[in-house]
């Protein structure tokens, strides 16, 4: 009786989760746009907030948004505005999707019109120079008395826009509450309210795990791109990954986090996906510096903003801070800041002493190749 009591409650559970009626997206670029898409396909009434009259002015006539989803049609039932009031009136959720930089500024905008208590989902990856908060910090103290958690994944937004299969992880702090009733915990209801026929969302209660994943993984994706630029290939992107899931599990843990979340969607699942194709800005950056173009020139010179570019200084100062040693991140941070050679930057951290993977075992010895690295790499690279 007690066996079936407990199956019947648990049963309970998964019916009664329901999602958010409401949402407001407060960033109209081609992530935002994509996921106000994918709320208004599962149901919920959508408003997405932009500064552009154009874009907007698009998506409510045509459905459509040219600039950012150049081909994808978006849901008739989404609505957008300029007018942040109008946004966020009645909404019972928000999502910041805004590039990591302007995640301080718009929440300060947001603040004086956002109805009380409602759960605000932070969808930017990375960590502030100033002061080497997470994203989710940043809003926290810009919104205070809100519960705030994170989305992040695997996902190109213009994939998502054409509603192809994509995964993400909704995260936030689970209180006691939540504990007790987690279909009403703002994660699970996020997950909802996100989840259609083709795109599934998990839940977790590990915002640092998380976060560190999204943010390190584009620097990752500089490295692997720079490595291919300069004509290495598969077996290079292999190591630099993997390598660099130690680096993301090193960092998570020393905050708080949990390696095993680094071995997630949000870790290992989107590390794999921005290292491995050119529609990443972060790994497009990475192949042309290592084609030997100049960051000026990078994009046919357009100003593009690229998250590891920005992340690849804080996400390193924050490891020295907490003694973490991340060389890759580091190697990256030298090239783009610093002004170090590709070629002498790789070749010193390809000839770092030889190691011992599980970290338990402690040894460390001098590399036997170690002078003709510099060499090895010059030559490739010229």
């Not at 081909?71 to 909404?91: F, I, K, N």
């Not at 992340?311 to 190697?331: G, K």
Request: hydrophobic share 45%.
């Amino acid at each position: 009786m007690d066996i079936e009591t407990s199956e019947s409650e648990e049963e309970s559970l998964k019916l009664n989760a329901h999602p958010f009626s409401s949402l407001t997206v407060v960033g109209a670029g081609s992530w935002g746009t994509a996921l106000a898409a994918t709320a208004a396909r599962a149901g919920a009434k959508t408003i997405l907030w932009g500064r552009s009259e154009e874009t907007i002015s698009e998506i409510n006539d045509n459905h459509t948004s040219s600039i950012f989803l150049p081909d994808c049609e978006l849901p008739h039932s989404l609505e957008a505005t300029t007018d942040m009031v109008e946004a966020l009136r009645g909404a019972e959720a928000l999502m910041i999707v805004v590039p990591s930089r302007a995640i301080r500024a718009v929440s300060k905008l947001v603040a004086p019109h956002i109805p009380e208590g409602i759960p605000i989902a932070v969808c930017a990856k990375g960590i502030e120079a100033e002061t080497g908060l997470l994203m989710t910090q940043v809003a926290e103290m810009e919104l205070p008395n809100h519960p705030v958690g994170v989305i992040s994944g695997p996902t190109f937004a213009r994939e998502t826009a054409l509603n192809h299969p994509t995964a993400v992880v909704s995260a936030f702090p689970f209180s006691y509450a939540d504990r007790l009733m987690p279909s009403e915990s703002p994660a699970v209801r996020f997950a909802m309210t996100l989840s259609t026929e083709s795109f599934r969302a998990y839940v977790s209660d590990d915002l640092v795990g998380v976060e560190i994943g999204g943010a390190v993984k584009n620097v990752i994706a500089i490295a692997c791109g720079m490595m291919e630029g300069v004509g290495f290939a598969e077996n290079t992107r292999a190591a630099l990954i993997t390598r660099g899931v130690d680096e993301m599990k090193a960092l998570a843990e020393a905050l708080g986090g949990r390696r095993e979340t680094v071995t997630g969607l949000s870790g290992v699942g989107d590390l794999s996906l921005t290292c491995s194709s050119p529609t990443s800005r972060n790994m497009r950056l990475g192949l042309q510096l290592g084609q030997g173009i100049p960051r000026d020139q990078c994009f046919e010179g357009q100003p593009v903003v690229v998250e590891g570019e920005i992340n690849a200084r804080s996400i390193t100062d924050l490891a020295r801070r907490v003694s973490v040693t991340m060389p890759i991140c580091e190697a990256v941070r030298q090239i783009l800041h610093e002004g170090a050679d590709i070629g002498q930057t790789f070749a010193a951290l390809w000839s770092r002493p030889i190691e011992a993977e599980p970290k338990a075992m402690d040894l460390s010895f001098a590399h036997p190749a170690e002078a003709n690295a510099i060499a090895r790499f010059a030559e490739k690279i010229s």
